[in-house]
């Protein structure tokens, strides 16, 4: 155990360092984490033999939890709600539409059967949320027309589609047997609507629990929402629903609303789905055999080539096609069709089904992923200002000499003994965001209050408040 722990302390905090100087380069970090791996696996330098492909597979299912999850609750719903609409029909018609431009051109260079070609397609179909959140993030990238919540909302949930159709796939080609239309009819709008629902259910409840457990040991928070994601996960499962779709949409209605430790919470998952991240980037690098990707190298190449410059072009403009979206949108839109750790993670399903070029498969999706990373990642900053989608800010001016430092009322008020407020939580209360809690003062001592803290009896709040009427409407409820 302890050679195993100093083997990935040491892999992990490599590709760490490694990513702060990469980053400078253009080159994005997932790439690196894989490199890592690849570097520490058979054919490299510590030659390490790792080919269990059933581990891979469970590490990688662990992983899209928690970074799905993590991906809905940095997302907010305000800022996804114009493009609502849109961004589904891309995360659904879009990905089956791009694995069926791609179809063609697969079926021809690899000589499959269409049941398998059209399999590969579908797990390289959709975008992955992981390499889309980091790449946007780290570049600090702000898009005109909303473009950002659109590629987030679009690349966290086309996971249960390309799933879905992978894993529907394999059955049929493992069967041997065609399902009627009406079973996949019904087995989709089982898996989405189930997910749909208890993510919705999970998200709204989560908030009010928080507000109302009290627990006084505030670590215990994020543990808590940990069992929570994954109670959600494993009962859509259990039910027959896409526990993906479900964890994500978890998250974004669990941000919408205000909870004691919101902020502590969302950090902590965004660590989380970092670390996930760099496990299954250095698990699949492991995976992989590169002495076998020469083989396959000139076929992943072309297809790469054709998914990123005609069939995800293909999903997106007719996916698009009665959208407010420009010209050039589509093209930036198009270009950010990253792929990540889904479609290696969905290629190693094809073991677990038996399939004859089930390793073939899974080297032409690494070697993609590799591509799209490699091409797309790096050059998203270039292709956003070529494109002109760049939301460029405006510069502030310095303040005027005889502009007032504070425009805002400053109002005090006493907590009453018989007032709602005594036992509730600051988050609880949910004050509009023009009224803002600035001191709380308690037997002579002045407190800066969080969304955790505990009103009682004869607490005298100061308030800064935009707007009188509103401070009045709202404060005579308590």
Avoid at 54 to 68: D, E, K, P, Y
Avoid at 231 to 246: Q, S
Avoid at 365 to 373: A, H, N, Q
Wanted: net charge neutral; with cysteine; glycine share 8%.
């Amino acid at each position: 155990m302890e050679n195993l722990l100093l083997f990935f302390a040491i892999l992990l905090i490599t590709s760490i360092l490694a990513s702060k100087f990469t980053d400078r380069l253009g080159i994005p970090s997932l790439l690196v984490f894989l490199g890592v791996g690849m570097l520490a696996g058979s054919d490299g330098l510590l030659g390490v033999s790792f080919d269990d492909q059933s581990m891979t597979q469970n590490v990688g299912m662990l992983a899209l939890i928690f970074i799905l999850y993590a991906g809905g609750l940095d997302t907010v719903f305000n800022s996804i709600k114009p493009v609502f609409s849109r961004g589904i029909i891309l995360a659904t018609a879009g990905v089956i539409l791009t694995a069926l431009a791609l179809l063609p051109v697969a079926k021809f260079l690899l000589g499959y059967s269409w049941l398998e070609a059209f399999l590969l397609c579908a797990i390289i179909s959709s975008t992955d949320a992981a390499a889309v959140f980091a790449v946007l993030k780290a570049n600090n990238l702000s898009l005109k027309n909303n473009i950002g919540p659109l590629l987030e909302l679009e690349s966290g949930s086309n996971d249960p589609m390309a799933i879905f159709l992978t894993l529907t796939l394999i059955q049929i080609i493992s069967l041997s047997q065609l399902p009627t239309g009406n079973d996949i009819a019904l087995t989709f709008i089982k898996q989405f609507g189930i997910g749909a629902v208890l993510g919705y259910i999970f998200g709204i409840l989560l908030p009010g629990i928080f507000n109302r457990i009290k627990l006084k040991i505030s670590g215990l928070y994020p543990v808590f929402s940990v069992a929570w994601i994954l109670l959600l996960y494993t009962v859509c499962a259990k039910l027959g629903g896409n526990g993906y779709l479900a964890v994500y949409m978890a998250g974004i209605f669990i941000n919408k609303k205000e909870f004691v430790h919101k902020k502590n919470l969302i950090g902590f998952h965004d660590g989380i789905a970092w670390a996930m991240q760099l496990v299954v980037f250095l698990t699949l690098g492991l995976l992989v055999t590169p002495s076998e990707l020469p083989g396959i190298a000139l076929m992943a190449f072309l297809l790469a080539l054709w998914l990123i410059f005609v069939a995800r072009p293909i999903g997106v403009f007719v996916s698009l096609v009665y959208s407010r979206f420009g010209f050039k949108d589509k093209l930036f839109i198009s270009w950010v069709g990253l792929r990540g750790v889904v479609p290696i993670v969905l290629a190693t399903y094809t073991y677990g089904g038996g399939l004859e070029h089930a390793n073939m498969i899974f080297n032409i999706i690494f070697f993609m992923v590799l591509i799209s990373i490699c091409l797309q990642g790096a050059s998203i900053p270039y292709a956003a200002r070529k494109f002109d989608v760049v939301l460029e800010e405006e510069p502030k001016q310095p303040p005027l000499s005889s502009s007032p430092i504070l425009t805002y009322a400053l109002k005090q008020f006493c907590v009453q003994p018989n007032s709602t407020l005594v036992g509730k939580s600051l988050a609880e209360i949910n004050l509009p965001t023009t009224l803002l809690v600035i001191m709380i003062k308690r037997n002579n001592e002045y407190i800066k209050p969080t969304g955790s803290f505990i009103f009682e009896n004869a607490d005298t709040l100061l308030i800064q408040c935009e707007n009188s009427e509103i401070y009045d409407e709202c404060m005579s409820k308590f």
